[in-house]
């Protein structure tokens, strides 16, 4: 699979600038404070202005890590956020969190709702929330969207109002107890919109991406998920398949285990159910890039076995992931170490 510059395919919407006040390296946390005295309501204020939004009322459709990061970045920009998710305890935790409130019959319509459940479920959810009148204008924060687009297609959905977008931003622990307020700062976020969209949908959902703090990225859905494949899903499977090879080792097999089996293995730590669900969605894409990984392992195995004869390969391999990590490091310039940091201290 050719892994292409999606620079070649997207276009930017938007200034797509994050907090001025955060300098490179430095992350707020879900405890910032969020009322109209704290610093971080002023900021978001002024940069949700600067982006010209007419936003006041979201509803978050699941109270999960990316749902209830998307409610508490915008609750820092003054916004008033409903919350809604099938599990009580989830939703609680949410709204202690300073989340939001919990969406009730009498909630006013939200100026969008974000839809932020497993894929296989969005069209289900667009399709009822769109029923029930719930919002003006709808988004979703999967990260597949070809197929989900079809689907809501097939069900009768309003396209005009939806705009699917993905956030390219995450982490391995999963629920609301992990959401952080600045999740999406300065990271990409993919807008799919279907011809149908009206640009009034696609200028609010903008917005809202803006008001998040991160940098709005329109693509095609299908260029979305093949991307989304050679960036996220592949790289989730390869991670995963590594860590297996310990899940029956003892203490001692990993006695000499350091930062670097960390790293490599950090994502394999995320919810399988939901990435059951992700891959099933975005089989094919996934599927090609997982082959062309295979043959590239495959021929430095066999090259291990004859070193006289296969040298050469393995040092090919070596340079070609010199250069890729090069420029995977170059399109992430944020400071990891402080989230791993924190991934590190909510999971002890």
């Not at 007419?54 to 409903?82: F, K, M, N, P």
């Not at 089996?261 to 995320?270: H, Q």
């Not at 062309?292 to 070193?307: F, G, K, Q």
Request: hydrophobic content about 40%; charged content about 20%.
């Amino acid at each position: 699979m050719t892994i292409h510059d999606t620079r070649q395919i997207s276009g930017r919407i938007g200034s797509g600038i994050g907090n001025p006040a955060l300098r490179h390296g430095e992350h707020r946390t879900a405890a910032d404070p969020a009322g109209p005295s704290g610093p971080s309501f002023r900021q978001g204020v002024r940069r949700r202005r600067a982006a010209g939004a007419e936003i006041r009322r979201v509803s978050v459709i699941g109270c999960g890590l990316i749902g209830t990061s998307v409610a508490l970045a915008l609750r820092r920009t003054g916004v008033r956020v409903a919350l809604s998710d099938h599990d009580p305890h989830s939703l609680l935790e949410a709204v202690r969190a300073g989340a939001g409130v919990a969406l009730s019959p009498r909630t006013p319509p939200a100026d969008v709702v974000v839809i932020a459940t497993p894929p296989s479920t969005v069209a289900g959810m667009l399709r009822e929330a769109q029923s029930r009148g719930l919002g003006t204008v709808y988004t979703d924060v999967a990260s597949t969207k070809a197929r989900i687009l079809a689907d809501a297609e097939l069900a009768g959905c309003d396209l005009t109002s939806y705009v699917p977008g993905h956030p390219m931003a995450g982490r391995e622990l999963s629920g609301p107890g992990a959401a952080l307020a600045d999740l999406f700062t300065g990271r990409p976020w993919a807008l799919c919109p279907h011809p149908a969209a009206s640009p009034r949908a696609v200028r609010t959902v903008t917005d809202l991406v803006t008001a998040c703090g991160a940098e709005p990225v329109l693509l095609a859905p299908d260029a979305h998920d093949r991307t989304a494949a050679a960036v996220s899903h592949a790289p989730h499977v390869v991670s995963a398949a590594l860590a297996a090879r310990f899940a029956d080792a003892g203490r001692s097999a990993l006695s000499l285990a350091g930062r670097g089996l960390w790293d490599v293995t950090r994502v394999a730590g995320s919810p399988p159910g939901l990435w059951r669900d992700i891959l099933a969605q975005n089989a094919e894409p996934v599927a090609e890039m997982l082959e062309a990984v295979a043959r590239d392992l495959a021929d430095v195995a066999s090259a291990l076995r004859a070193p006289s004869a296969g040298s050469g390969i393995v040092a090919d391999l070596l340079d070609r992931g010199n250069r890729g990590r090069a420029l995977i490091t170059g399109e992430y310039p944020a400071d990891t170490a402080g989230r791993e940091g924190a991934s590190r201290e909510r999971a002890a």
